[in-house]
């Protein structure tokens, strides 16, 4: 990438000499100056801690509260019941959210490219879920469920696929 980057810089200021004689030497300084004052993320976490520690927890919540999961004793009403209940829910939706660009994030991010959709994707469930939520819409927070479930499942077996069968595992 730094090779690219200096050579993209050269055919800059290549193409800039003839007509910017002054400022020659600019587009160097700036880039890196640009690099060294960017903003700083800190991504010690990293991407299984996220998992486990911020985005696992918070979609628990979603799928234990939808009727998501059919146990022994059948189908049982999970959706909360409570102004307070339903606000829970939308802030566990809105963790979801984030963690959406927590994993986009330099540092995290494995790609540029399926990965940033798959992390797009976890946002956009989240916001789903958060809507339903707020207008306390049952079928609605389900197939915010539905689809979140389905993000996670595609983006590990994209780039885990080991996970995916922990998770069959866990569920038998
Ligand atoms: C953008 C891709 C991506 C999305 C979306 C994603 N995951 Fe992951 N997940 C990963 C990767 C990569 C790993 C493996 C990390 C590692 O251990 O190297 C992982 C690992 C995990 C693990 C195992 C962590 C461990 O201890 O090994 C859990 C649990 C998990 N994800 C839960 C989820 C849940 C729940 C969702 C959806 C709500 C989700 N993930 C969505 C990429 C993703």
Redesign the pocket.
């Given at each position: 990438m730094q090779n690219l980057a200096s050579t993209l810089s050269k055919t800059t200021l290549i193409l800039l000499a003839g007509s910017f004689l002054a400022a020659c030497s600019a587009p160097d300084e700036t880039e890196t100056a640009m690099q060294a004052g960017g903003p700083a993320y800190n991504t010690s976490l990293?991407?299984?801690q996220l998992?486990?520690l911020v985005?696992?927890p918070?979609?628990?919540i979603l799928w234990d509260s939808g009727g998501w999961v059919l146990d022994a004793s059948g189908y049982e009403e999970l959706y909360p019941t409570t102004d307070e209940g339903w606000a829970y829910v939308r802030a566990q939706a809105a963790i979801?959210v984030e963690?959406?660009n927590m994993?986009?994030l330099p540092g995290r991010?494995?790609d540029n490219d399926a990965?940033?959709i798959?992390?797009e994707?976890?946002s956009e469930?989240g916001i789903l879920a958060m809507e339903a939520a707020a207008t306390q819409n049952e079928d609605d927070f389900f197939q915010a469920g539905a689809q979140?479930?389905s993000?996670?499942?595609?983006?590990?077996q994209?780039?885990?696929p080991d996970?995916n069968n922990?998770?069959d595992e866990s569920e038998d």
């Open positions: 990293d991407v299984t998992m486990n985005l696992e918070a979609s628990d979801v963690a959406g994993l986009a991010a494995e990965w940033l798959y992390a994707g976890l469930a979140l479930y993000v996670c499942t595609a983006c590990h994209a780039y885990n996970i922990r998770f």
